[in-house]
Nanobody
Framework: QVELTESGGGSVQTGGSLRLSCGLSGATITYCTGWFRQAPGKEREAVAAIFPGLHSTYYSDSVKGRFTISKDGAVNTVYLQMNGLKPEDTAMYYC????????????????????WGQGTQVTVSA
């Protein structure tokens, strides 16, 4: 089992930036880590994901070019740098980890992720 601890959420104005962090702990090997978000009344959606071993990343069309996902293996932490934030980015953001090596082919699929964090709120005002 992987324990995930998110941080870095907050409130910013349109055009602002935030960096979310997801600390990973536990003895299990993690292959993929993803960031998902869910706004009130909407379904959860994949935002970005990474499989460092294959240098593979995924970004949703809505965040491509504005968000960057990365992993620092030395501290076992995954980051989501969010620039150019828009009000429609407002949501609860969740970090998720997959211990299934098959995750590389379905980075954006929530079902492949086995462990989830508690979430961190991001609010972008107009």
């Amino acid at each position: 089992q992987v324990e995930l601890t998110e941080s870095g959420g907050g409130s910013v104005q349109t055009g602002g930036s935030l960096r979310l962090s997801c600390g990973l702990s536990g003895a299990t090997i993690t292959y993929c880590t993803g960031w998902f978000r869910q706004a009130p009344g909407k379904e959860r959606e994949a935002v970005a994901a990474i499989f460092p071993g294959l240098h593979s990343t995924y970004y949703s069309d809505s965040v491509k070019g504005r968000f960057t996902i990365s992993k620092d293996g030395a501290v076992n932490t995954v980051y989501l740098q969010m620039n150019g934030l828009k009000p429609e980015d407002t949501a609860m953001y969740y970090c998720a980890a997959s211990t299934n090596v098959a995750c590389s082919s379905v980075l954006s699929a929530s079902y492949i992720y086995t462990d989830w964090g508690q979430g961190t709120q991001v609010t972008v005002s107009a």
